[in-house]
């Protein structure tokens, strides 16, 4: 058993190289998106200005409140709580849900606008991170899915959750990608 | 020998909900500065705020926020120091080359 003072990365230690892979090649997105609206400000920021801010406030305050979820799934089966650990993963779930249907909602408005990526350089980033982004929701709603079949079938306990942690590390990367994207393409002008 | 009770309920079962309690209690609380951070957010985007400030604000945020979710969601305050430090790095990195270009 761990001494209370031992420290470890939660999870399979493999998911945090995926994970600090893929923080890589976002930080790389959102520097190129900061560096090309610095040659075209007026455009970014007239093009921002359509965007629907009270969607991406929505998608911000659901995707922590997953994270949240998943948060307490830990926790729950650390304490034994297999049932309650799955009633979490499940809200995390359905979290996950809602943030893919408003974003669809948000695709799909575009899309009727006649926006596309090469309308201009600002949808051209919009369009290609949060896709980019949205794949990842989806990448992450799998992973947690398996996690709750395998939760439910008792695969996980008190003392052995190194599963649940590992998804958990996941959605939590996804969840924090999308706090920098939020304010970058939505808010900032 | 048998397990200690209180209550008929063992008494590890009860330490395991107090823990369990106090440890929703804790991240409830993160929740709520996380949510009432984008909020504030929200606001300043919907007030059509620019320049320094707003700029100074919603990057301010969003460092807390993703520094809250860094060391409480992903536990990294339960980690070893030279991995904990890579997300903290790559957020200010990212925040910080975000403040130079605008």
């Not at chain 1, 899309?111 to 369009?127: A, D, Q, R, V, W």
């Not at chain 2, 984008?38 to 926020?65: D, P, V």
């Not at chain 2, 070893?80 to 975000?98: D, G, M, Q, S, Y």
């Amino acid at each position: 058993m761990n001494s209370i003072s031992e420290k470890k990365l939660p999870g399979d230690f493999a998911i945090w190289i995926f994970i600090y892979a893929e923080l890589l090649v976002f930080g790389v997105f959102f520097a190129s998106y900061a560096v090309t609206r610095s040659n075209h400000v007026e455009l970014f920021n007239q093009s921002q200005l359509m965007l629907d801010r009270t969607a991406g406030m929505v998608n911000t305050v659901v995707l922590i409140t997953s994270s949240w979820f998943v948060v307490n799934a830990v926790h729950a089966i650390k304490a034994g709580k297999q049932n309650l650990s799955v009633r979490w993963l499940a809200g995390s779930i359905g979290m996950g849900g809602i943030f893919l249907g408003v974003k669809m909602f948000e695709f799909i408005t575009k899309h009727n606008e006649g926006i596309t990526l090469s309308t201009n350089k600002f949808y051209m980033f919009y369009l290609s991170l949060t896709f980019f982004h949205f794949m990842h929701v989806i990448l992450g709603m799998v992973i947690l899915g398996v996690i709750l079949v395998m939760a439910r079938r008792g695969k996980y306990s008190a003392t052995e959750y190194t599963g649940i942690e590992t998804g958990a590390s996941y959605w939590h990367m996804v969840d924090l990608v999308w706090i920098i994207l939020f304010p970058l393409v939505y808010l900032i002008q | 020998m048998p397990n200690a009770t209180i209550n008929s309920q063992p008494v590890n079962s009860q330490q395991n909900d107090l823990d369990y309690r106090n440890s929703i209690r804790k991240t409830f609380v993160i929740w709520v500065g996380l949510v009432s951070l984008t909020l504030l957010g929200y606001w300043i985007g919907m007030e059509g705020m620019s320049g320094n400030l707003a700029l100074g604000l919603l990057l301010g945020a969003a460092l807390i926020k993703g520094q809250f979710v860094i060391t409480y969601f992903m536990e990294m305050v339960n980690a070893p120091l030279k991995w904990a430090i890579i997300p903290t790095v790559w957020l200010l990195l990212v925040l910080a080359i975000i403040a130079l270009m605008y």
